[in-house]
Structures are given as structure tokens and as C-alpha cells.
């Protein structure tokens, strides 16, 4: 077959692998009547690196909107996230609530 196209020599263009990113959470604060607002803002504080300004921000947000988003990481780290404020609350004797959502 002399006439037909010679694919032997033909480059490949290589294709590029993108990584699929994770899917994303977010970490959520639930309302509550008992848990004092400075333990709210302290813990948020604590666990998610946030000024006093913004801690109080999403604190006020948790108590007027019954919960707040206190930051959005990979499910794994939402979930070390969620257990660390979960078990600071308890520590203290607080019944404070967080859950993650898949954002």
C-alpha cells in the first residue's frame, strides 16, 4: 500500500492530565439558645483562623439566620474541622452544633 498515509511517524500530541479538584464542603455552625456568643466567636477563632471581626461576622450570622458558614475546605479537612468543634464544645459543656454540606 504505497499510496495510502504513513501514521507509523505520526506525532501524539501528549495530552495534559489535569487533576480533578475535591469536592468542596462547607463547615456550618447551627444556633442554638445556650452556647454564649463569645464561645462562638472564640472557637470559630480557634478553629478557623479568622480575626475577631470576622469570627463575630459569622457568629451574628449563626444567631440571627440560624447557622453560619465558618469556611469551606476538601471533605477531609471539613470533617477534622467539624470533630475539633465539636468536641471543644463538649469539653466546655456547650451544646454549639456544626455540620458540613457539601458546597
Known sequence: MANSPD????????????PKLPPMFKV???NDDYT???FVVETIERFFNKSREQATQ?????HTEGM????????DIAETKMSQVMMHAKEYQHPLQCITELA
Open 28 to 30: 456550618l455552625l447551627l
Open 7 to 18: 501514521h507509523s511517524n505520526a506525532a501524539l500530541k501528549p495530552e495534559v492530565a489535569k
Open 68 to 75: 453560619g458558614v465558618c469556611g469551606v475546605f476538601p471533605q
Open 36 to 38: 454564649p456568643m463569645e
Open 58 to 62: 459569622i457568629m451574628l450570622k449563626v
